[in-house]
């Protein structure tokens, strides 16, 4: 068995007019958000063993604040990325639980792709900033991993949490 855990970085600043995307830093709400989340990964039980991160700032920043320790890697290829590289570098993972991290609308789709049978949440679609799908794989190796074999465990976004 195989968990995933993939959530969206947290929300950004948009305060410096002309600055590059890819060094776009969380604003305040974002940086709640993402503690918040950590706080609700561990309560859970969800605790990831490797995290697969896009190396933006935001990604950066977010998983930073998530506070958990584990093998992590900030891969240039997960910046964007569309489903189809998503998979290929989750099919790379060593983990039992991986955390990967990434942007919309990429990560949304790639949730949708993954699940069998997506979880009865009105805003799992459209995938907002920290939103987090957990789903279980019934695999050995990530290797095997692939669309439709995902059961959605658990999905979430930082509004539910933070009122």
Not at 151 to 161: H, Q, S, T, Y
Request: with cysteine; glycine share 10%; net charge positive.
């Amino acid at each position: 068995m195989k968990r995933l855990i993939l959530m969206r970085h947290a929300k950004s600043s948009w305060a410096t007019p002309g600055q590059d995307d890819h060094a776009r830093p969380l604003n305040g709400r974002g940086k709640v958000s993402a503690r918040v989340l950590g706080d609700w990964l561990r309560q859970k039980g969800y605790l990831p063993d490797q995290a697969l991160s896009s190396d933006s700032v935001r990604t950066r920043e977010t998983f930073a604040r998530l506070k958990i320790a584990c093998d992590t890697e900030f891969l240039g290829k997960l910046y964007h990325a569309g489903p189809e590289d998503m998979l290929r570098v989750l099919r790379k993972a060593r983990g039992d639980t991986v955390l990967m991290l990434g942007h919309n609308p990429g990560i949304g789709w790639f949730a949708q792709t993954l699940v069998a049978v997506p979880p009865p949440h009105p805003r799992f679609f459209d995938y907002p900033t920290c939103a987090t799908l957990v789903a279980e794989f019934d695999i050995e190796r990530w290797e095997e991993v692939g669309t439709g074999m995902g059961k959605a465990v658990d999905f979430v976004i930082p509004r539910e949490l933070t009122g």
